[in-house]
Structure formats: C-alpha cells, structure tokens
C-alpha cells in the first residue's frame, strides 16, 4: 500500500510534468529562428553491409569539452560532407547521399576558438574507466499505463538492438547513430530493426503511479539512497519494422572520436505509422536560457529491464554541438531524445520539444583531476534542416526550428 508520506512527492512530479508553470515575465519561451536548407543533390548505391559488427549500447571518447572547443572550425566544403548521410533500406540495400547547403549563417553554428591549454599546446585528456551513476541514483522509474501512455513518456520506444529511442513524426524514430552503426560498418540487427512500444498485456491492467525514490531531487540537490526498482508486469513491447534508416557521415568517418561524436544521431523511419503522438524536434537553446537549467530524457536502461526510466539534471558544459550533463544513466538510455519544456507564444502554450539525443559517457583526467561527463549532441540549426527534412521530405516545413 502506497504511504501517505508518498503523496507530496507523487504531487511534485506531476507538477513538475504535467501543470505549466507560474505565469510570469521571466518565463523561458521558444525562441524561433529561420533555420538553413538542407537539400539532398544526389544519391548513389554502396555496397552492402554485411551487418557483422556487435551492437553499441554506448560511447565514450576521450575528447572532453575542452578538446572539442578547440576542434577547428568545419568549413562550408567540410559541413557539406559531414551531413551527407548513408540511407540503409529493409531489403539491405545501402545509399549514399550529397547534401546541399543553403542560407548558412556560420554565426548560428558557432564553434568557440582555439584555446591551448598551459603547455601552449592542445592537450588530450586521458581517457579512464567510465561510469553512468554520479552519486545517488536519481532515476524515476514509470510505472502503469495511465503514465507510460500519457505525452511525454508515450514518446519513449525501445530499439531491437537495445537502445532507446523518441518519436518524432507519425512514423518516425530519433536515436544515436550508434546504436545502428559502430563507425565502420552496420551492427546486427540493423538490417531488421525494430521498434519496441510499450502496451498494457491485458485491458484491465491495474492503474498504478510512478515509483518514487525517498525525494524528488538528483545527486546534485541530496538525493536518496539508491534503491531496487519495482517490476512492471502488466506491459509488454508491440513492434515495428523500420523502413529505412538515415546516419550522418560525420558518424560514419568520425567512428566517435574527437569530432565524431558530435554526429551520433540517426532517424529511422517505420513501415508503418505508430499513431502515437509524437514531439517536435526545436533548436537547442543555449543552456543558461533552459528552464532551470534543466534537461529531461527517458529510455529503457538495462538495468531495470522492461522498465520505462525518467531523469532530469541540471545542464552543464556545452559546445556547438555537445551538451554535458551529469543525468543518471544507464547502457540502453542511448538515443533517447532530450528534451526541454518552454513556452510557445506563438501558439500561447508550453510546449516540449526535442533538442539533443543523448550519446554516451565520459570519463577523463585533465590536469591531474578527474572529470566525468555524461554526453548529449545537439540539434544544431543544420541539424535540425537535415533531420527535419527526413521526415517532412521538403524544405519548406523546414525554415523555422
């Protein structure tokens, strides 16, 4: 039986979720922008892969924030081959890709300059063993169907290959390139991928509330002690097949090193729709203008398996293209959407929007201290042209992110 002492935190998570926020001046709003074009030129077949590469559940790289700070800046000639994408159908054949640019403002996309550390010269940190809980566990896991359906965790979907995944159009699967690709080639499963829904195994499932840990807090405001999550029999995965699947060659070259990492996304499409409601992808706001700073991603980590795992954290470091958090996580929450809840005042409502899909775990040492980072790449504004593109299949849906 659920204790009295467990209402207020229940009430704190739906209001955290659920209730728009204190009207006010100060509130955080969407701001949009016109966005680039970007237009596939021309498309070609590869050879096929032969789908022999283990799947990743995760990446690490030893590049930390300051290291891809003092990346050089990519060219216009250079963007152009790294958004070129591989598109791997379900029969297995493969495709590449050019791409087009149009209406690029570098201004937008800025990378910070080069800053050498003491030495006068780039340093690499060392790279050590990583790990995905920083301090207590601040996970939530969501149970019963009245939550797991409900916008926003209805958006969550389990990938076949065993990362997780965000909807983001009637038919259409946001999740890191490397959970279908290792850099070099295509992992298995890829050729056959699905995607996993959670449904109630019968109709009269008993309604149940979200677990909730001793506080509704993270690691960094004292939360609780860690604890052993609650099973959730009364759901099972519904699947679909994927049609295609598009990957950035940035991810492709990079293979997840110093500038790889920055393309871990990839966008499937299903074979049929989902009929679900899906989220809005929007352009990754600097994060000192996110709500309380604050970033939110669910996904089905594998430590709590069959389970739906809600967090939130303070946003920390950024580049143009990473965001750094400290979100709890474990493998298997790769290629969940993060997203952010801000006020549209065009259409005069709070809305959440996809800006990130979380990569993978760092770990380095730089200067003799250890840092550990948790990694998620930003929807940059030519991100958001390209991705936005693979769904809506033309351009001028396109202009405003």
């Given at each position: 039986?659920?204790?009295?002492a467990?209402?207020?935190r229940f009430?704190?998570?739906?209001?955290?979720?659920?209730?728009?926020?204190?009207?006010?001046?100060s509130?955080?709003?969407?701001?949009?922008?016109?966005?680039?074009?970007?237009?596939?030129?021309?498309?070609?077949?590869?050879?096929a892969?032969?789908?022999?590469?283990?799947?990743?559940l995760?990446?690490?790289?030893?590049?930390?924030?300051?290291?891809?700070?003092?990346a050089?800046?990519p060219s216009?000639w250079?963007?152009?081959r790294?958004?070129?994408y591989?598109?791997?159908h379900s029969?297995?054949?493969?495709t590449?890709?050019?791409?087009?640019?149009?209406?690029y403002?570098p201004?937008?996309n800025t990378?910070?300059?080069y800053?050498?550390?003491?030495?006068?010269?780039a340093e690499?940190?060392h790279?050590r063993?990583?790990?995905?809980?920083f301090?207590?566990?601040?996970?939530?896991?969501?149970?019963?169907?009245?939550?797991?359906l409900?916008?926003?965790f209805?958006?969550s979907?389990?990938l076949?290959?065993?990362?997780?995944?965000t909807?983001?159009?009637d038919?259409?699967?946001?999740?890191?390139?490397?959970?279908?690709?290792?850099?070099?080639n295509?992992?298995?499963?890829?050729?056959?991928?699905?995607?996993?829904?959670?449904k109630?195994?019968?109709?009269?499932?008993h309604?149940?509330?979200?677990?909730?840990?001793n506080?509704?807090?993270?690691h960094?405001e004292?939360?609780?002690?860690?604890?052993?999550?609650p099973t959730?029999g009364?759901?099972?995965?519904?699947?679909?097949r994927?049609?295609r699947t598009h990957v950035?060659k940035?991810?492709i070259?990079g293979?997840?090193?110093?500038?790889?990492?920055?393309?871990?996304?990839?966008?499937?499409e299903?074979?049929?729709?989902?009929?679900?409601?899906?989220m809005?992808?929007?352009?990754?706001?600097p994060?000192q203008r996110?709500?309380?700073?604050?970033?939110?991603?669910?996904?089905?980590?594998n430590?709590?398996p069959?389970?739906?795992?809600y967090?939130?954290?303070?946003?920390g470091?950024?580049?143009?293209?990473?965001?750094?958090q400290?979100?709890d996580a474990?493998?298997?929450?790769?290629?969940?959407?993060?997203y952010?809840?801000?006020?549209?005042?065009?259409r005069r409502r709070?809305?959440?929007?996809?800006?990130?899909?979380?990569?993978?775990?760092?770990?380095?040492?730089?200067?003799?201290?250890?840092?550990e980072?948790?990694v998620?790449?930003?929807?940059?504004p030519?991100k958001?042209?390209?991705i936005c593109?693979w769904?809506?299949?033309?351009?001028?849906?396109?202009?405003?992110?």
């Amino acid at each position: 039986m659920r204790s009295r002492a467990a209402l207020p935190r229940f009430t704190s998570l739906l209001l955290l979720l659920f209730l728009p926020l204190a009207l006010s001046s100060s509130r955080p709003q969407w701001v949009l922008q016109r966005v680039p074009v970007v237009l596939p030129q021309q498309t070609k077949d590869q050879p096929a892969p032969d789908f022999l590469s283990p799947a990743r559940l995760e990446v690490s790289s030893h590049c930390d924030p300051e290291c891809h700070k003092r990346a050089p800046r990519p060219s216009y000639w250079d963007l152009q081959r790294l958004l070129a994408y591989e598109t791997l159908h379900s029969n297995g054949q493969l495709t590449e890709t050019a791409i087009g640019i149009y209406g690029y403002n570098p201004s937008s996309n800025t990378i910070p300059a080069y800053a050498p550390g003491p030495s006068g010269k780039a340093e690499r940190p060392h790279a050590r063993r990583k790990r995905e809980i920083f301090g207590h566990d601040g996970r939530f896991s969501i149970a019963g169907q009245n939550f797991l359906l409900q916008y926003p965790f209805s958006v969550s979907v389990k990938l076949s290959t065993g990362c997780s995944g965000t909807l983001v159009g009637d038919r259409h699967v946001l999740t890191a390139a490397h959970c279908v690709h290792d850099g070099k080639n295509y992992v298995k499963g890829a050729q056959k991928l699905r995607v996993g829904f959670l449904k109630p195994k019968q109709r009269d499932a008993h309604v149940s509330t979200p677990y909730l840990p001793n506080t509704f807090t993270n690691h960094v405001e004292g939360g609780p002690a860690p604890y052993s999550p609650p099973t959730n029999g009364k759901m099972k995965f519904q699947w679909i097949r994927a049609k295609r699947t598009h990957v950035p060659k940035g991810w492709i070259k990079g293979n997840a090193n110093d500038i790889g990492m920055d393309y871990d996304y990839a966008l499937l499409e299903l074979k049929k729709p989902h009929k679900r409601r899906h989220m809005k992808l929007g352009v990754s706001p600097p994060a000192q203008r996110l709500p309380g700073r604050r970033v939110h991603f669910s996904g089905f980590d594998n430590d709590r398996p069959g389970q739906l795992v809600y967090r939130f954290c303070r946003a920390g470091e950024e580049t143009s293209d990473l965001l750094y958090q400290h979100c709890d996580a474990q493998p298997g929450a790769s290629g969940s959407g993060v997203y952010a809840r801000m006020w549209d005042g065009r259409r005069r409502r709070w809305e959440r929007k996809v800006i990130g899909v979380f990569s993978g775990h760092q770990w380095v040492e730089r200067q003799g201290a250890s840092q550990e980072f948790n990694v998620a790449v930003r929807i940059t504004p030519l991100k958001y042209a390209q991705i936005c593109y693979w769904i809506k299949g033309n351009f001028m849906d396109c202009r405003e992110g």
